[in-house]
């Protein structure tokens, strides 16, 4: 289940800043368990997704007819016992007692007396989970199928799909079975898949796991773009696993990668009907955020979410919402998920969206405390610094505000949630309360610092980017402007680069060439550019039309929507007492 969340995902577009863009799955959200040297999985106790252990596999039954192909059934046992020993994933019952196990089964067939394979194996071997199955002849070919059942309950946890080889040479068939079985019972481990039905109902092979296993681990922290290779390959190793090209397509969005996100999707379009409903729900969701129909995006994720509470559907309903303004629809989808559990755990940016939603609700002491918990639980996110900042400004504590600015001194300077960062968003924040004083005194200081670190490191595009928000805040528009304009040099097709470029040349007069500087819209993250029109609008003083084009961007989607009532304070301002304003930016549905 893939949410495009860059470097802090579902945090502040901002331009030059590292990409993020709608995040889908945003990563994989569970703590990784190594085991030994052969894979990293999260455990997850049974009945619960998980796998009642050990693990026994019976001889596969002979229904061919034909005795002389007898021996394939106990060498594919034997072969899917070793599979699943050298997997390491969970404790497997010995082949010999497992055999013995299989023929006292038989023998009470053959004597003519019921004997259910499960229960028996369970007890002679103490399984918890019992793999049974069967091969038949059909033409000139063998048919090999499993399945997984849970041996306390009786229940069946999963069918894999037959495999199929000339009657000749089985081997084929019986090691793509081993790899389908160990990718089963991977999948059944690991509380980051299990709550997905299109990778649950159709797991994919081993080899393809332990890619996608890379790929998830690797979007955890944010490498968006190791995280696209891993997952390309593993669909390239199972072409039927399309959660991991989804999952790639998602990495691709993180970086605002449009056209290579329509590029993967290209490859399932045809293929609609074979996907699962909650992956096909996936492929319509994104296909409606790359066109910029956020109500259709909306509706997909809402019915994704519905199919798999526990998903990462649920969080990207939550991101989708907060890109809609809907804060009290995105905060009861983050609600309903555990962040200490399955596809929460290990994701910064649930408590970045979090804060979000409490942000625009107006609850700004659990906005300060969901910003501390994800400072203590990530002290490596420094955007939690600016998100605790900003609630104090919000809540206009500016003794707290200097205390922790004070305490973050001694961090890295040249990050992108730089101190200096910090210190615009506590000015920005503090200007949309109405504090412009006190929002001067912090923007000058932010003007200051940065302007320290650019001496130092001219070139750096982060800082670039700050200094000139913070003298755009301070209606230094002729100052802001080269800053804006470099950014732009440096990333011409950045939506936010020329966007800026925009606004400052319309606070100096020229609004046709704030126009021609923002260009025509893109073909993709049509939001943002909607959001500058109506800033521009706004600004020339046209009401209507900025009213309506917000209202236009809102059903887009827009990134940056949690950040927008302050990075574009001066140029809204003249549209905050009309009633129509206060509906778009007020508490929503």
Request: proline share 6%; net charge neutral.
């Amino acid at each position: 289940t893939p949410l495009p969340a860059g470097a802090a995902a579902h945090d502040r577009p901002r331009a030059s800043a590292p990409a993020r863009r709608w995040p889908w799955i945003a990563g994989a959200a569970a703590a990784l368990l190594t085991l030994g040297t052969v894979i990293a999985v999260s455990r997850s106790p049974a009945p619960d997704g998980g796998l009642p252990a050990p693990i026994a596999v019976a001889a596969l039954t002979n229904e061919t007819g034909d005795s002389s192909l007898a021996t394939w059934g106990r060498l594919a046992g034997d072969w899917l016992t070793q599979g699943l020993q050298e997997a390491g994933l969970v404790a497997v019952v010995p082949w010999p007692s497992a055999l013995q196990a299989s023929d006292w089964v038989a023998a009470e067939r053959a004597a003519g007396r019921s004997a259910d394979p499960v229960a028996l194996l369970r007890q002679e071997t103490g399984a918890g989970t019992v793999v049974t199955g069967a091969y038949y002849l059909v033409g000139d070919s063998l048919r090999f199928q499993l399945e997984l059942t849970d041996a306390r309950s009786g229940i069946l946890l999963a069918a894999l799909p037959p495999q199929t080889a000339v009657r000749e040479d089985p081997e084929p068939a019986i090691r793509a079975l081993r790899s389908r079985l160990m990718g089963t019972v991977a999948v059944r481990l690991d509380e980051r898949l299990v709550e997905l039905p299109g990778v649950t109902q159709r797991p994919p092979t081993f080899d393809a796991y332990r890619a996608f296993d890379r790929g998830m681990s690797l979007y955890l922290s944010q490498d968006y773009g190791g995280a696209t290779v891993a997952f390309r390959d593993a669909y390239a190793r199972d072409t039927a696993f399309a959660a991991a090209l989804l999952y790639a397509a998602s990495a691709h969005l993180n970086r605002a990668q449009h056209a290579a996100v329509d590029s993967l999707l290209g490859q399932l379009r045809p293929r609609r009907a074979e996907l699962g409903r909650h992956d096909e729900l996936q492929l319509r969701y994104l296909d409606a955020v790359l066109v910029g129909d956020g109500p259709a995006a909306l509706r997909a994720i809402e019915e994704a979410a519905a199919i798999a509470p526990a998903s990462r559907a649920s969080y990207n309903l939550a991101l989708t919402a907060l890109q809609l303004g809907r804060p009290t629809q995105a905060l009861a989808a983050l609600d309903r998920l555990n962040p200490d559990r399955g596809t929460m755990r290990g994701w910064s940016s649930y408590w970045t969206q979090r804060t979000h939603a409490l942000h625009l609700l107006g609850r700004h002491p659990e906005e300060r405390a969901a910003a501390q918990e994800l400072r203590r639980r990530f002290p490596d996110r420094r955007v939690g610094l600016a998100l605790e900042v900003r609630a104090l400004a919000a809540a206009g504590q500016t003794a707290a505000i200097d205390s922790l600015l004070d305490d973050s001194r001694a961090l890295p300077p040249d990050t992108y949630w730089s101190q200096g960062a910090a210190m615009v968003v506590a000015g920005e924040e503090l200007l949309a309360h109405g504090h412009s004083g006190l929002a001067d005194r912090y923007l000058e200081r932010a003007v200051a610092w940065l302007a320290n670190q650019l001496v130092r490191d001219p070139q750096n595009a982060r800082h670039r980017y700050w200094i000139g928000s913070a003298l755009y805040d301070l209606r230094r528009w002729a100052d802001a402007a080269p800053y804006f304009a470099s950014l732009v040099e440096d990333q011409p097709a950045e939506v936010d680069n020329r966007g800026l470029v925009a606004m400052v040349h319309a606070r100096q007069g020229d609004p046709d060439g704030a126009i021609r500087r923002l260009g025509p819209a893109p073909a993709y993250d049509r939001g943002q550019h909607t959001a500058y029109r109506a800033r521009l609008a706004a600004v020339a003083g046209d009401t209507d039309r900025a009213l309506s084009l917000l209202s236009e961007a809102l059903a887009q989607g827009v990134d940056a929507f949690p950040w927008l009532h302050a990075t574009a304070h001066h140029d809204l301002a003249p549209l905050a007492e009309d009633p129509r304003y206060r509906q778009l930016f007020g508490v929503r549905p």
